[in-house]
T-cell receptor, first 115, second 115 residues
Framework: GAGVSQTPSNKVTEKGKYVELRCDPI?????LYWYRQSLGQGPEFLIY????????DSGLPNDRFFAVRPEGSVSTLKIQRTERGDSAVYLC?????????????FGPGTRLTVL | AQSVTQLGSHVSVSEGALVLLRCNYS??????LFWYVQYPNQGLQLLLK??????LVKGINGFEAEFKKSETSFHLTKPSAHMSDAAEYFC?????????????FGDGTTLTVKP
């Protein structure tokens, strides 16, 4: 079946602009995660959804970052007033259930470049 | 709090040689441990995981890892490297929590396989 998909694959924007990044999880997966991966580093946790609600948003760096999952499937990560430091690959993952032991399936990521 | 250290950002081996990628973790509670592989322009793929039980874990593509609590290590090995193993490898740790699931990743090790 289809894996996790993310759109767009690449996004170039100017400093100060607003961007939205989309994640389509595997059908039936209730848990969804967003990570950010900067060059030369491992993925860094941003937020975790269980169904429609954000169960853990402790990784969001500041209030310019926001994510939603209104129907418990597709999720959108929203970044306001982008800064050059936001440039990174944003990864989405989903799992059948929440819980640390469940395998997370990752999408290919969205590469965000802020000029 | 939890953290992961991957010793050696780059490892180079000859085809047919032993692969050893090192991972040490820090966790205040019993950990769940994971190894992921990332090929260029692809999402992270789970190689293997340790949750409970047997400390020697076998994964896909001939990889295995051993959980050593006394050494706080979870090193990844493969007896004989193939050219197709060239990729970036990430070690990750989660805390045992059935209601969460965020993982903390190391900064990755790039494996090069020489013919």
């Amino acid at each position: 079946g289809a894996g996790v998909s993310q759109t767009p694959s690449n996004k170039v924007t100017e400093k100060g602009k607003y961007v939205e990044l989309r994640c389509d999880p595997i059908s039936g997966h209730t848990a969804l995660y967003w990570y950010r991966q900067s060059l030369g580093q491992g993925p860094e946790f941003l937020i975790y959804f269980q169904g429609t609600g954000a169960a853990d948003d402790s990784g969001l760096p500041n209030d310019r970052f926001f994510a939603v999952r209104p129907e418990g499937s597709v999720s959108t990560l929203k970044i306001q007033r982008t800064e050059r430091g936001d440039s990174a690959v944003y990864l989405c993952a989903s799992s059948f259930q929440g819980g640390s032991y469940n395998e997370q399936f990752f999408g290919p990521g969205t590469r965000l470049t802020v000029l | 709090a939890q953290s992961v250290t991957q010793l050696g950002s780059h490892v180079s081996v000859s085809e047919g040689a032993l692969v050893l990628l090192r991972c040490n973790y820090s966790s205040s509670v019993p950990p769940y441990l994971f190894w992921y592989v990332q090929y260029p322009n692809q999402g992270l793929q789970l190689l293997l995981k340790y949750t409970t039980g047997a400390t020697l874990v076998k994964g896909i593509n001939g990889f295995e890892a051993e959980f050593k609590k006394s050494e706080t290590s979870f090193h990844l090995t493969k007896p004989s490297a193939h050219m197709s193993d060239a990729a970036e490898y990430f070690c990750a740790v989660s805390e045992e929590d059935t209601n969460a699931g965020k993982s903390t990743f190391g900064d990755g090790t790039t494996l090069t396989v020489k013919p």
